[in-house]
């Protein structure tokens, strides 16, 4: 939080290098991913899907200090836009990660205006409910949703026009990596723009920021829509690459294991949502695997020893680690 | 970096080509189930019965030898399941698949069985329209109206007139009631109310003094096994239901695995359903006690005996073609076999089961257990549901 607020023009570049960096190294990464694992793409892609959403996440949490456990709404709401898209309009792809940001932006922008009235506790229980009045909703629509069925049957055209979506699951891999890529950039952008600054003010001391003359409520609604738009696309790329949208986007889990990969990452941070994610995943994965019966354990061991230890997520640890070398 | 990149590729395909060697003569079934979580009896219930089935018949079939890969889900979660069957297919290079224990799980996977041309034996997922997405499905569980018809066909026999049909707001719940109603009517009943009631709740009394007040002389019901159960019969037996002589026709509701925890309250009960842990054969006897036997203190219920009716589909499937899944789901058409819960046949239409459906009655019995007992018998009821 100590980033210089003035920007002067020979510091331009290096400014738009730094905006440039996180996409570059999830591209890297996952480059370097992609041939590491060649048989696990699958498993690669729901990392890079669930990284999406937890970055929308951190964009409100992290950047605005809005604490909510209904951000699978905006998910849920994209996934079945996107769903609905592909069985009755137009199978493309591109087409239906737009309609998934609409989606999710249109349920952020209706229920963030009455979400971002109320802070705290408060928010917390309403945006819950929210995501429940959503599920129960899409349970008795069965005409449109399937019902506990799920919405069976969608099929994307090939990318572009070129590239079929393929059974190892190469193709879903790069498009949910370049989706990524791109998140980052606008996050990158929005979050060294003015607009990004108010809101780590709004998260430092909203009154302070009325004070001087920010619309605090508006920047609130504001950055919760750009939110939900891009938790929009994460539902949507998962309609498209499963296949299949369930009444269980709306879960309350998915809410909270959204906010435990945040945290245990470092909110605030980019990279902290993209750490977060990744080990969140990655250890649900392998103990899930060596012991499918009892791995939340392990879930539930490490994320006591973050908190505890690291209280500002897994990113802050060389800080941590130099902090403690300088006492000794 | 060039050649970082070059000794990638090589460890990659080194490992893939052990990897190779390794599965020459083992065929991998891949097990998608629910191992943790609230609904983690499924996964538990599955697990235990292929242990009984593997420990009796061993892990040989004709020359392979059979290796279960086991993922968790961690309940319906159908992006889950799909990326678990493609790492299963992929990686493991299992030539069949099972489990499945909701329907979007079972759904799920339909385009990639169709893709690699792997069977899937599905041991719970009970809604008929799974097996219409994928000619790889196969069943050996049930499906509601598989159930819920027979029930209605005794119901109208045995001196019920007038009906109210009870069940939870959700799919399974309603296909249960379609199915129900139809056929009662058609059997000369009525169905003096379709009841819906919200699948979240816990609190039945108004629902069942509206069916009281109704003059129904019969309540069928369907509901999620779990609380809402528990629930429901306490407030059948509270409410006076029971004494005003209004009689309980259910399904799924007495299953073995909670109905102990619904005690005195539960004797009585009448439910139609396809497997009670008390069958009395011979096969069934030794099932249960393989299964007290490694599992002390487990009960066999219907997640148990589809898991073991699917292992012995698969082994019969590994007999007759080996890891060709195409071959294999020909071979499965019309197979014949005597189940822990009576004969069974692989429906070559509907790829469900055909089964017997039994009506039964909760007693207790000498050790002071609560137990489905079975008192009545609909023989070979085919996937009624089923409309392709």
């Not at chain 2, 970082?4 to 003569?25: E, N, Q, V, W, Y």
């Not at chain 2, 242990?51 to 086991?70: I, L, R, S």
């Not at chain 2, 069958?279 to 006690?289: A, E, I, R, T």
Request: with cysteine; charged share 15%; net charge neutral.
């Amino acid at each position: 939080m100590t980033t210089p607020v003035l920007s002067s023009s020979p510091r331009r570049a290096a400014t738009s290098l730094s905006v440039l960096l996180p996409s570059v190294c999830v591209l890297a990464g996952a480059a370097l991913a992609f041939l590491m694992f060649p048989y696990d793409l699958s498993f690669l892609t729901r990392i890079v899907i669930m990284m999406i959403f937890v970055v929308s996440f951190d964009l409100i949490l992290g950047q605005a200090g809005i604490a909510t456990l209904g951000h699978a709404a905006m998910y849920g709401c994209g996934a079945y836009a996107a769903g609905l898209i592909a069985l009755h309009l137009s199978p493309d792809p591109i087409l239906g990660l737009a309609i998934g940001a609409v989606a999710g932006a249109v349920m952020a922008w209706i229920s963030g205006l009455i979400l971002l009235r109320t802070h705290g506790i408060t928010l917390l229980m309403i945006s819950i409910a929210m995501t429940m009045v959503l599920q129960e909703a899409a349970s008795q629509a069965r005409w449109l949703t399937g019902g506990a069925d799920g919405l069976a049957g969608i099929t994307v055209s090939p990318l572009l026009g070129l590239f079929e979506f393929d059974f190892v699951g190469q193709v879903a891999f790069i498009y949910s990596v370049s989706v990524l890529a791109g998140v980052l950039l606008l996050c990158q952008i929005l979050i060294s723009s003015p607009f990004g600054l108010a809101l780590r003010g709004i998260e430092g001391s909203a009154s302070r920021m009325r004070a001087i003359g920010t619309p605090v409520y508006r920047r609130k609604v504001t950055v919760y829509v750009i939110a939900g738009a891009i938790a929009g696309i994460a539902g949507a790329l998962t309609a498209q690459v499963t296949g299949l949208v369930g009444i269980e986007v709306f879960n309350f889990s998915l809410s909270a294991d959204v906010m435990v990969m945040l945290i245990l990452g470092g909110a605030g941070r980019l990279y902290g949502a993209l750490i977060g994610t990744l080990l969140f995943m990655v250890v649900h994965h392998l103990a899930a695997s060596v012991d499918p019966f009892n791995w939340l354990f392990v879930i539930g061991f490490m994320l006591i020893l973050v908190v505890f230890v690291l209280p500002k997520g897994l990113i802050s640890l060389p800080t941590r680690v130099t902090q403690l070398l300088r006492r000794t | 970096m060039k050649l970082s990149k070059l000794t990638l590729c090589l460890m990659a395909s080194a490992f893939s080509i052990t990897g190779a060697a390794a599965r020459a003569d083992t065929i991998k079934v891949g097990v998608i189930a629910t191992f943790s979580g609230p609904n983690a009896i499924w996964g538990k219930q599955f697990r235990e019965a292929i242990d009984v089935y593997v420990a009796q018949h061993g892990d040989e079939v004709a020359g392979h030898k059979v290796e279960f890969v086991y993922k968790d889900v961690g309940g319906p979660n159908a992006d889950a399941s799909k990326a678990a069957a493609q790492e299963l297919l992929v990686r493991e290079g299992v030539k069949y698949l099972a489990g499945f224990d909701f329907t979007p799980n079972a759904v799920a996977v339909a385009p990639l069985t169709k893709q690699a041309k792997v069977p899937a034996v599905i041991f719970n997922a009970a809604t008929s329209s799974i097996n219409k997405q994928s000619e790889f499905f196969l069943r050996t569980s049930f499906t509601l109206t598989q159930i819920a018809q027979p029930a209605a066909e005794w119901a109208a026999k045995n001196g019920s007139k007038k009906v109210v049909s009870a069940v939870s707001d959700y799919n399974p719940g309603i296909d249960a009631e379609t199915a129900f109603s139809a056929s009662f009517e058609r059997n000369g009943g009525t169905v003096l109310e379709k009841i819906r009631m919200p699948l979240q709740t816990n609190d039945f009394a108004p629902f069942l003094q509206r069916i009281k007040s109704s003059g129904a002389d019969t309540v069928f019901t369907f509901l999620p096994v779990g609380p809402a159960t528990f629930a429901f019969t306490k407030a059948y037996n509270e409410n006076g239901l029971r004494a005003a002589g209004i009689s309980f026709l259910g399904g799924g509701e007495t299953d073995e695995t909670t109905l102990n925890a619904l005690g005195d309250q539960a004797i009585g009960l009448v439910t139609a359903y396809h497997y009670s842990d008390v069958h009395d054969s011979p096969l069934n006897h030794s099932f249960v006690k393989k299964l007290q036997e490694l599992h002390p203190g487990s009960r066999a219920n219907m997640a148990s005996i589809g898991a073991y009716d699917g292992v012995e589909l698969i082994y019969r499937m590994i007999k007759a073609a080996g890891s060709d899944g195409a071959k294999a789901i020909e071979a499965a058409k019309g197979m014949e076999w005597e189940s822990p819960r009576g004969p069974v046949k692989m429906d070559p239409v509907t790829r469900t089961v055909v089964q017997n459906v039994y009506l039964r009655r909760v007693e207790k019995d000498a050790d002071g257990k609560l137990v489905n007992r079975e008192f009545a018998t609909v023989p070979n009821v085919p996937d009624l549901g089923f409309n392709p």
